[in-house]
């Protein structure tokens, strides 16, 4: 994370104030800024941020709300910032964003129509230490053991090569696997633990134990019953085994049976494939779309047709792997831009633009953005009406992920278009999976002018099976769940639903003192555990109280932030949330995981104005 | 200097006297001016920067100017590929494309298990139990117990350590050969590899050495040429991994790879082979073990054996096996594996049910073996039309004898024999691949796939009716 921060509020008293004021803009930005100032001044409980803020401990970004006819932002911003050059930049950086906005001449007022609040607190400097000191810990043990184990003083548990080819070159590298071998492996039973039910909001786990410290698994033949399911990305809850939801399917699979045998531009298009893909194309709203039987390959297969030598790609430096592998085989240029980052994104497209490419300075064929729609590590949301304005302002391509966010987030959920109230023709490709909120599998590209020739030049098309039409019925039946098609609003009701414990989870959690990331209506919840140790201590723990976490660390993180990852879903109860709330409240007080410094108490105002906000 | 001797030392001695006689302002005149030559030796006498920097003006110029290709070309709507068949129904023996009812050549369901009633009734049962998707990658929860099983019972069936499953065919060889092979890593690969290969290639980002087709001599001969650069820089070699990638039946030949020689070159030249198995596993050997069955050849001595479940099994996804040793290293490398939500758990039924129906009927394997040799001999002599593949491979090509000059004029040739077959009820399709990103493009051809559910009547119905199809169009 950035060394910068912007704390910028929104009172519910500021917001009466901006309705005022917004009228005149010029004016009423100063005023509310000015007034915001002053009441800070006046706010004890600002005084001890400011106390604080000497150290670089949070970023909040609140974008507010704009009035649709208004000219511009009757916003308010207040700025802590520190005396040093490098935060400054920061702070331009953050702030560039609106200012951006204004001098693009897109500030029609309708850039967000919500708030749009994300939390990247930082921890403090002894966690750093600690936690650096741990992985120092634990290397140092681990070059002791590896020592140990060439002198035979410990067992070797790990698989090795043939007799007959000892004497080709090694397949692995000795330090390649250093950390799997000495720090993974220590905690490995938090991974790949087997489930044997639906992957609802509860699930039923095999009890597996080991005897030798991880490297090998023996099953007990007991399973753990119930336990409260916090890590499938069931976020609406189409993963269940109801026999009325799934009666469609049932016919559909007894129809057709499993597999296609052919690939689309063979024999494989069957009649459901375009069933489904004509229905996905009415759901987001756009001309035509395509249906993949993988989602990672949804990406890793496509983007090669849209792109090659010539081009570039720009990419979010968080971006999933599907969509890295995507570029890299596209034969692209490949930049990257700091996660969410908007000044960043802005001068890489303009010395883009400006230079051409590099050593022959041609000008670029095309510039194609890749973003995700909520990533899935961060719990962030992408800044979709700014990246919408700079793509239009520099005449670039947008290819949206939206494997996280597609169900997951909009009033109907559509995804983070509908989010932010923005056309699905702004964007150029749109994509998603359907292995998260529809509890099936694959992925879809869709767009305008856009599949006609993905039917023709996807990779996918020509050489891999196409889904199989069960799983399209699954995705059909969601779907239609979602649309209203099937004649009920229950659809609906998970959207809302999951809209409502994301917030309460996340609001939760936040007044406990834990540091979690991301976006306040996201429901993939990251928090922040930092040390090593505590990966396994954490996820042991909260199986021990029947609940199922993940816990990630590094490489799939920055080595400072392990991380536990929670994905609400619109089928958990309040009672399954207050549970994992009650055992999380207890085990943060245990583990010492309440880094936060900006409980509720602290600061009461930021949280019951956000959730006013966003409840309505 | 020295060979002018007196005259240049004398010369010396009274510059240094003239040195110390001359007035003090005129040696600093001189300082100065030597330093001024100095300046003008190496100071520029324009200023570059000045010449390149753009004013914001210019950029914004620039920046104005550009103009992007379009996202995509247009397509013309009367493309081959727009216009594809769509089945209604399954795409089972009897098939129904674009509302005619054909037998069906075109899917690859050799074992005919696609609409088998014990798989079937297993992938419900497991619906039943576990609902559709998975919800997750194999790490987060996405391990479910059918899935466990899955890989256990492939690696029973083929005798090795260890499987891993894939959920997605294609992704299966793309993902492991980029989770060994990394940069400055060699890869010997023959040139009819197919797509999925190429693509696990070009991930792995290592030194590709392309051989001819089938051709043990121009591999040896790459490998002999690799150990002569070996022998160079003997460092570099001590970590340069090999690999040997070829298919155990090609795709895009429909013929099998020489493995008993292969195995000799890969101890020859301590070599790792990697074999996908997507066409021959289920269908080659006694047992349906594939291609090693097929040679009679140890499972352990092939590194890798990569393949789908898509054909044969009649599900979707892949999976890879060997031994643990190697195929462990996928279960946090492979990134199809990692990345990627695990195969739907019907899915995963399925496949254990096909594998239960092929380990109780091994003589299926036999019998797709005679119905293969029966269509291939019965498709010989074809005025215009000759058979590439195996005579036991159960999915063969059918090319031109002679172009015509052009691709594009080949595959509507070809076109048309499809549609005469398919008006009268054989569905066939050309083989189709993607021509610009082919590393070798095959010629353009008709597949023709055995499956065990064609008797005999409609093995000969079909290759007459190949034979009258190029009778008519071809002549």
């Known amino acids: 994370m950035e060394p910068s921060k912007q704390i910028s509020l929104t009172g519910r008293r500021s917001q009466k104030r901006r309705l005022k004021s917004a009228s005149d803009n010029y004016r009423g930005y100063m005023a509310t800024d000015h007034n915001a100032g002053e009441r800070g001044a006046e706010s004890g409980k600002l005084r001890r941020w400011k106390l604080l803020r000497g150290r670089t401990l949070l970023w909040v970004h609140v974008v507010p709300i704009m009035l649709p006819t208004a000219v511009c932002n009757g916003h308010l911003h207040h700025h802590h910032q520190k005396q040093n050059n490098l935060l400054k930049s920061g702070i331009c950086k953050k702030n560039g964003i609106t200012k951006g906005m204004k001098k693009n001449g897109v500030s029609n007022g309708t850039l967000y129509k919500k708030t749009f609040i994300e939390h990247f607190e930082q921890a403090p400097m002894y966690v750093a230490v600690l936690t650096f000191l741990g992985f120092g810990v634990g290397t140092v043990f681990g070059y002791l053991r590896d020592f140990m184990r060439a002198w035979g003083l410990e067992k070797r548990n790990i698989a090795t090569e043939r007799e007959e080819q000892k004497d080709f070159v090694p397949l692995y590298q000795d330090f390649e696997n250093f950390y799997t071998r000495n720090l993974y492996m220590r905690i490995r039973d938090n991974w790949n633990r087997p489930i044997c039910s639906v992957p609802g909001p509860q699930f039923d786990l095999m009890e597996r134990v080991t005897d030798d410290y991880n490297w090998t698994f023996r099953f007990t033949g007991r399973t753990i019953k119930n336990v409260i399911n916090m890590g499938s990305y069931n976020y609406l809850g189409f993963a269940e085994t109801d026999v009325n939801a799934l009666k469609t399917v049932t016919i559909e699979l007894q129809k057709y049976g499993t597999g296609v045998c052919s690939t689309r531009q063979e024999m494989g298009t069957l009649d459901k494939h375009v069933e489904i893909e004509k229905l996905v194309a009415k759901f987001l709203g756009v001309e035509d779309a395509m249906v993949f039987g993988m989602g990672f390959a949804t990406n890793s297969m496509n983007i090669p047709a849209l792109v090659g030598k010539g081009c570039l790609i720009l990419s979010d430096e968080l971006n999933h792997t599907s969509l890295v592998l995507g570029a890299r085989l596209s034969g692209a240029t490949i930049r990257i831009f700091k996660h969410n980052n908007m000044q960043s994104l802005e001068n890489l497209l303009r010395d883009a633009i400006i230079y051409g490419q590099p050593r022959s300075h041609r000008a670029w064929r095309k510039i194609i953005i890749l973003v995700e729609g909520i990533y899935s590590m961060e719990g962030s949301i992408v800044r979709l009406p700014e990246i919408v304005s700079l793509k239009k302002k520099y005449k670039a391509y947008l290819y949206l992920d939206e494997a996280h966010s597609i169900g997951a987030v909009g009033a109907t959920g559509r995804g983070v278009v509908e989010y932010f109230g923005m056309s699905p023709d702004d964007v150029d490709v749109l994509m998603g999976t359907f292995t998260k909120s529809f509890g099936a599998a694959g992925g879809y590209l869709a767009g305008k002018k856009l599949v006609d020739f993905l039917r023709t030049h996807s990779h996918s098309a020509v050489y891999a099976t196409s889904m199989c039409p069960a799983v399209a019925e699954q995705i059909i039946r969601a779907m239609k769940c979602l649309m209203g098609l099937d004649g009920t609003t229950q659809g609906l009701q998970r959207v809302r639903q999951l809209g409502r414990n994301t917030r309460y989870f996340r609001r939760r959690l936040h007044e406990m003192g834990f540091i979690i990331y991301g976006n306040d209506d996201s429901p993939v919840v990251p928090l922040l555990l930092y040390m090593p140790g505590k990966i396994g201590a954490f996820a042991r723990r909260m199986l021990e109280k029947n609940i199922g976490v993940v816990v990630v660390g590094f490489p799939a993180t920055p080595i400072t932030e392990s991380r536990a990852r929670f994905c609400v879903s619109a089928a958990h109860t309040r009672e399954m949330l207050d549970t994992v709330l009650n055992a999380l409240d207890e085990l943060g007080d245990f583990l010492r995981l309440k880094y936060s410094r900006y409980s509720k108490s602290s600061h009461p105002e930021l949280y019951e104005e956000t959730s006013h906000e966003l409840e309505d | ?475």
């Open chain 2, 1 to 475: 200097m020295a060979a002018t001797g007196m005259g240049q030392q004398w010369v010396l001695v009274e510059m240094v006297q003239a040195f110390y006689e001359a007035p003090a302002y005129h040696l600093i005149l001189e300082g100065i001016l030597i330093l001024w030559i100095i300046r003008l030796l190496f100071s520029k006498t324009y200023k570059l920067q000045e010449r390149s920097d753009l004013t914001p003006k210019e950029k914004e110029e620039l920046i104005e100017e550009w103009q992007p290709e379009p996202l995509v070309s247009p397509v013309p709507k009367d493309h081959p590929a727009l216009n594809y068949n769509v089945v209604s129904g399954p795409p089972t023996h009897i098939i129904s494309v674009n509302g005619k009812e054909c037998i069906n050549f075109a899917s690859f369901n050799f074992l005919g298990l696609l609409d088998n009633e014990k798989v079937k009734s297993a992938a419900q049962a497991s619906l039943k139990k576990y609902g559709v998707g998975t919800c997750g990658p194999r790490g987060f929860y996405g391990t479910f117990d059918v899935h466990l099983e899955l890989e256990e019972r492939l690696a029973k069936f083929m005798r090795t350590e260890e499987a891993i499953i894939y959920s997605y065919g294609f992704a299966t060889i793309a993902s492991a050969i980029p989770a060994y092979s990394k940069r400055g890593d060699i890869v010997f690969v023959d040139e009819a590899a197919c797509f999925a290969i190429q693509k696990g290639l070009q991930a792995s980002r290592s030194n590709i050495k392309l051989f001819k087709h089938n051709d043990m001599a121009d591999l040896e001969r790459l490998l002999k040429e690799q150990e002569t650069e070996d022998q160079k820089n003997p460092r570099k070699a001590r970590v340069t991994r090999r690999f040997i990638v070829v298919e155990g039946l090609y795709m895009n030949t429909g013929d099998v790879c020489p493995l008993p020689e292969l195995i000799k070159l890969k101890y020859k030249y301590k070599v790792r082979i990697f074999l996908e198995e997507s066409l021959s596993f289920g269908v080659l050997g006694e047992h349906g073990r594939g291609i090693t069955e097929h040679f009679g050849i140890n499972i352990d001595d092939i590194d890798l054996i990569s393949a789908n479940m898509e054909n044969s099994l009649a599900s979707i996804g892949g999976f890879c096996c060997g031994r643990s040793f190697i195929i462990d290293h996928q279960r946090l490398s492979g990134q199809g594996y990692c990345f990627s939500a695990s195969l739907p758990p019907l899915l995963a039924a399925a496949a254990i049910e096909a594998l239960n129906i092929m380990e109780d009927n091994p003589d299926i394997f036999q019998t797709l073996r005679a119905k293969c040799e029966r269509i291939h001999k019965a498709l010989q002599g074809i005025s215009g039309l000759k058979v590439v593949g195996e005579s036991f491979s159960p999915a063969l090509h059918l090319q031109l004898e002679k172009s015509c000059g052009s691709r594009e004029d080949d595959v509507k040739l070809l076109r048309r024999v499809v549609d005469y077959c398919m008006n009268s009820g054989i569905a066939l399709t050309q083989a189709c691949y993607l021509e610009k990103e082919e590393k070798c493009l095959p010629p353009p051809s008709i597949r023709v796939v055995i499956t065990v559910e064609q008797t005999e009547q409609e093995l000969d119905k079909a290759a007459s009716l190949l034979k009258e199809a190029a009778q008519s169009v071809l002549n």
